[in-house]
């Protein structure tokens, strides 16, 4: 089964940008579809972006499209969030996501520790 750690979280201004990334060991990440998640407090989990086994596709969540942008990279086995134009909504906790069957939108089967994201105002 695949491990995922996330980084590249922290603090920034609004406007700002960030770039996330998700590490995958223990499998090879072809083998999955991922997806970023985000978790504010007092909120449901939501999916920010979703991306296919070849990278081929992405759906996006409204709210960011035309700012985020997910990407994968199979022979490093990483996965990537480049986060710009941020705003205050965006702060969150950030999860990576796998799954073998689907293209996570809802659920996975396996889930990194997350990293936190603030934008300050």
């Known amino acids: 089964q695949v491990q995922l750690v996330e980084s590249g979280g922290g603090l920034v201004q609004t406007g700002g940008s960030l770039r996330l990334s998700c590490a995958a060991s223990?499998?090879?990440?072809?083998?999955?579809?991922m997806a970023w998640f985000r978790q504010a407090p007092g909120k449901e989990r939501e999916v920010v972006a979703a991306?296919?086994?070849?990278?081929?596709?992405?759906y996006y969540t409204d709210s960011v499209k035309g700012r985020f942008t997910a990407s994968r990279d199979n022979v490093k086995n990483m996965y990537y969030l480049q986060m710009n134009s941020l705003k205050p909504e965006d702060t969150a906790v950030y999860f990576c996501?796998?799954?073998?069957?689907?293209?996570?939108?809802?659920?996975?089967?396996?889930w990194g520790q997350g990293t936190q994201v603030t934008v300050s105002a």
């Open positions: 996501a796998a799954d073998r069957a689907s293209i996570p939108r809802s659920r996975a089967d396996y």
């Open positions: 223990g499998d090879t990440l072809r083998s999955y579809a």
């Open positions: 991306t296919s086994w070849t990278g081929g596709s992405t």
